[in-house]
């Protein structure tokens, strides 16, 4: 893919540090092109108002715009019914109103949640939360040394007494696409339902939630391009319909007396209080950006990318890579460290000359102790990266440890 994508991204024309900005922290947020920034303005320019509650033009645009920016993400998600899309604040929020709506209903002593070593904690913690609440017992699923999930595993873990599978889609840290379709029908086998989290994968290739088979599937919209603040769950109706509310509060009720409250059908029985609908105008301009490249596209040329960055990496010796295996499916998200150099050390070295990468234990605490690492550097690739990017990348880190005074062997 020829990429001329970069302009339409205002922040991608600003220096920093006085160097051209080479943005590569794409796993913890995107940047936002034009279309997506004007959609937010626009909307607070002509048609603010508190939708689902006034019967006047404006509040009546307002309703229109989420709900058609609802109808947008079923079908970005090939989902069966707008009913089963419900706003909310992030990944982690989805996440959190599965674990308190059905885990902490549907989960009961002795159960057992599966999840895999390699989640983010917004897919762990709650599940913690869950298990200690309940007296269910959580079981991991360990990735092997070049970061995949190995089929005996999933077998092994996968049993009659789970109840819940909560998996990651794609890591945060190692990029791994891990196989949902396999992991779903080895649960429904058995009777569990399936939490994907898809933060990191919805962004960078093409998903189908009934194809997946998932019971419910996270996404945020700023890993997208869309603004911070809104975020998606996609819940199988029947699921959806059998969990009692998460929050309470206005627009999210049928009647209420002074002891008694009905609550509304599916989606509005999960969203109580004013929903972000200038954020959801900005992820309807998302969802248009990114189909107008396609992400079978978008998923080509990350893959083209990473296999490019990976082979220019190889030649530092003293990088090591995590998940960077020749035969795994990744997306661009790339993990390493080099030699005797903290990330963090790396990170600034490389901010410097105007890089912008993440160091840290990127919110998966339990994977770093299962690598064996504090911390790792991640570079993470969106599809407005060029070649030139990943050339300043490996052309800063191999100045690094000169800097520190280290050798270069
Ligand atoms: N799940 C995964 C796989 C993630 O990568 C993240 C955020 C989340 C959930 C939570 O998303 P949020 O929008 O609710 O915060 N991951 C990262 C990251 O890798 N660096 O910064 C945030």
């Keep these: 893919m020829s990429n001329n994508y970069r302009a339409d991204f205002p922040i991608l024309q600003r220096t920093t540090n006085e160097k051209r900005l080479v943005y590569l922290d794409n796993g913890a947020t995107t940047q936002k092109p034009l279309s997506v920034i004007r959609a937010v303005e626009q909307y607070y320019h002509a048609f603010n108002a508190n939708p689902h509650r006034g019967a006047y033009e404006l509040s009546v645009k307002a309703t229109e715009i989420y709900e058609n920016t609802r109808d947008k993400v079923r079908e970005f998600l090939g989902a069966a019914k707008s009913s089963e899309i419900i706003f909310t604040k992030n990944a982690t929020e989805s996440l959190n109103l599965v674990a308190y709506s059905y885990g902490m209903n549907f989960i009961q002593a002795g159960d057992e949640i599966v999840l895999s070593i390699a989640e983010h904690h917004s897919n762990l913690v709650p599940w913690q939360?869950?298990?200690?609440?309940?007296?269910a017992v959580l079981k991991y699923l360990y990735v092997s040394d070049d970061g995949t999930l190995p089929e005996a595993e999933l077998e092994q873990k996968i049993t009659a007494k789970t109840r819940l599978v909560a998996i990651t889609h794609v890591s945060n840290v190692l990029g791994i696409i891990n196989p949902i379709k396999r992991i779903t029908e080895l649960?429904?086998?058995?009777?569990?339902?399936v939490v994907v989290d898809g933060a990191q994968s919805v962004p960078h290739l093409p998903v189908n939630v009934q194809d997946l088979d998932a019971d419910f599937f996270v996404f945020s919209g700023h890993k997208m391009l869309a603004p911070m603040g809104i975020g998606v769950l996609y819940g199988k109706e029947e699921l959806l319909e059998a969990m009692p509310p998460f929050l309470f509060g206005g627009d999210m009720i049928e009647y209420v007396e002074e002891q008694?409250?009905?609550?509304?059908?599916l989606p509005a029985k999960f969203e109580?209080?004013?929903q972000n609908v200038g954020g959801?105008?900005?992820?309807s301009a998302a969802i248009?950006?990114?189909?107008?490249?396609?992400l079978p596209a978008i998923e080509e040329a990350e893959k083209d990318?990473?296999?490019?960055a990976i082979a220019e990496l190889r030649?530092?010796?003293y990088i090591t890579l995590y998940g960077c295996g020749d035969f795994v499916d990744k997306t661009g998200v790339i993990s390493f460290n080099v030699q005797d150099i903290h990330p963090h050390d790396v990170s600034s070295i490389l901010d410097a000359d105007g890089i912008a990468i993440r160091a840290g234990h990127h919110c998966a605490h339990p994977l770093m102790k299962y690598l064996g690492v504090n911390a790792t550097c991640r570079a993470s690739l969106y599809f407005y990266n060029t070649r030139s990017d990943i050339d300043a990348l490996v052309e800063s880190l191999s100045r690094v440890r000169g800097v520190l005074g280290y050798g270069l062997k």
């Design 260 to 265: 008694e409250t009905t609550f509304a059908p």
């Design 280 to 283: 959801a105008m900005g992820l």
């Design 315 to 317: 030649k530092l010796p």
């Design 305 to 308: 990318l990473v296999r490019y």
């Design 288 to 294: 248009d950006y990114l189909q107008a490249i396609g």
């Design 187 to 193: 649960a429904h086998a058995v009777g569990a339902v």
């Design 272 to 274: 109580a209080g004013t």
């Design 129 to 135: 939360q869950v298990a200690k609440a309940k007296g």
